[in-house]
């Protein structure tokens, strides 16, 4: 192997999606991957980039819900440019795809939301479409989303969510606050189906599935809770093998004991996602939802009333917390982080893997740690310094220090 437009990047450890591979390397042609092979193949190449003893190479995470991070809202800039610093945070943090998440808002925000993804989308490979978190929702789960703007699906919704685009959508809503028919149509359209924020009860989940709904987001969060006479959607989630479940594993939204038990009493796919806020990747603890004043404080994202309003952590960080709170293997986190989503999105076969003919979306690390010492998408590594999780500083940047723990859920 010795063509000139090659290019390798060789680590101790490379995580394919699956399987580990020691003293391995990455062979990129263009945005493209071309092969994974032996470190010792490749001495013929001069374009080659050696990772440090200890590193680790693995498919990016792609992250599905991201609300805001590197101190921009979505819900509040709609736009291109607040697109592009949500990206450029959260990609520090090995986040290399990711669906921006609009919560509960009117139908104008929601145009504008859909043309700055149109737009990025076309020139930013790292935004793979939209997660619209309503409005479609129970007021009795809103959680954080204003209730006066949750509401029914009408004619003009329709219009604007069901029309050929070239990226993902993606449409939390309660089963019960649509018509039926309404999943099944948006299904039909090639749009992503969740339940969230949603008081469906058990058989209410299951018609939603037989329609087409095949995503639970943030399990257990703002969902009818799991009960011995009606099991509602958690139990659904977990008994299908078809059904793909959100975790936000900062330790706040959900007990580590739930997770835990989650996963080994669940058939379906569990995939890591932040829910991140602005906090996430940026320098401020406080920012303004929708005319409410949300603060972060030990980690932990939250209006005035107490309420939870998303998180601020990071990919890395979840990661990491799935290692060190619930007990898991890191390849087994790393397929939550990146092959899980990206099965889910109908994209399995581009990302979430390192193989040939993916799309060459990378993330090199330190494994005691989740330090991210580099990050490629479509084959271009992104400019920046090595970036270390410390719970304390959001967005925090310095050279690796020695390997220690992460806390609670900030980045």
């Known amino acids: 192997m010795s063509r000139s437009d090659l290019r390798a990047i060789t680590a101790d450890f490379v995580f394919d999606g699956a399987v580990t591979h020691r003293s391995s390397a990455i062979i990129i042609e263009g945005s493209r991957i071309v092969a994974l092979m032996p470190r010792s193949e490749i001495s013929a190449l001069r374009d080659v980039s050696e990772l440090p003893p200890g590193a680790w190479l693995a498919p990016g995470f792609i992250d599905i819900q991201v609300n805001g ?20 945070a959260h990609r520090a943090f090995g986040t290399t795809a990711l669906l921006p998440a609009l919560i509960t808002d009117t139908d104008e925000v929601m145009a504008a939301a859909l043309e700055a993804v149109e737009i990025m989308a076309a020139l930013e490979p790292g935004v793979l479409g939209i997660h619209f978190e309503g409005p479609f929702l129970s007021p009795q789960r809103a959680g954080v989303h204003r209730r006066d703007l949750c509401r029914h699906p009408e004619l003009r919704h329709r219009s604007m969510l069901i029309r050929p685009r070239k990226f993902v959508e993606l ?115 406080e920012f303004v939802l929708q005319g409410q004043q949300i603060t972060v404080r030990d980690g932990r994202c939250t209006a005035t009333d107490g309420t939870l309003a998303g998180s601020a952590i990071t990919m890395a960080a979840a990661v990491h917390n799935c290692v060190r709170l619930l007990d898991l293997p890191l390849e087994k986190a790393l397929a939550f982080a990146s092959a899980e989503p990206a099965n889910f999105l109908g994209l399995g076969h581009v990302l979430g893997r390192i193989a040939p003919g993916c799309r060459a979306d990378i993330v090199a690390f330190y494994p005691q740690d989740l330090t991210i010492l580099a990050v490629w998408v479509a084959g271009q590594r992104s400019p920046g310094a090595s970036l270390s999780i410390t719970p304390d500083s959001p967005g925090s940047s310095k050279t690796r220090p020695q390997p220690r723990e992460t806390t609670g859920g900030m980045p």
């Open 171 to 285: 449409v939390t809503l309660a089963p019960e606050a649509v018509p039926p028919g309404f999943i099944a149509e948006l299904a039909r359209a090639g749009i992503k189906v969740s339940l969230g924020h949603s008081m469906a009860t058990y058989s209410e989940t299951l018609a939603a599935m037989a329609e087409g709904l095949t995503g639970f987001t943030h399990l257990f969060n703002a969902m009818r809770p799991l009960t011995s006479r009606e099991p509602g959607p958690v139990a659904a989630a977990l008994e299908s093998p078809g059904a793909y479940y959100g975790m936000i594993v900062d330790g706040i939204h959900a007990d580590p004991a739930m997770l835990r038990l989650a996963l080994r009493a669940g058939a379906g796919h569990a995939m890591l996602v932040s829910d991140a806020m602005p906090p996430a990747g940026g320098c401020k603890r």
């Open 69 to 88: 991070g590197g101190d921009a809202l979505f819900n509040a800039e709609p736009t291109p440019d607040g697109l592009s610093k949500i990206v450029r």
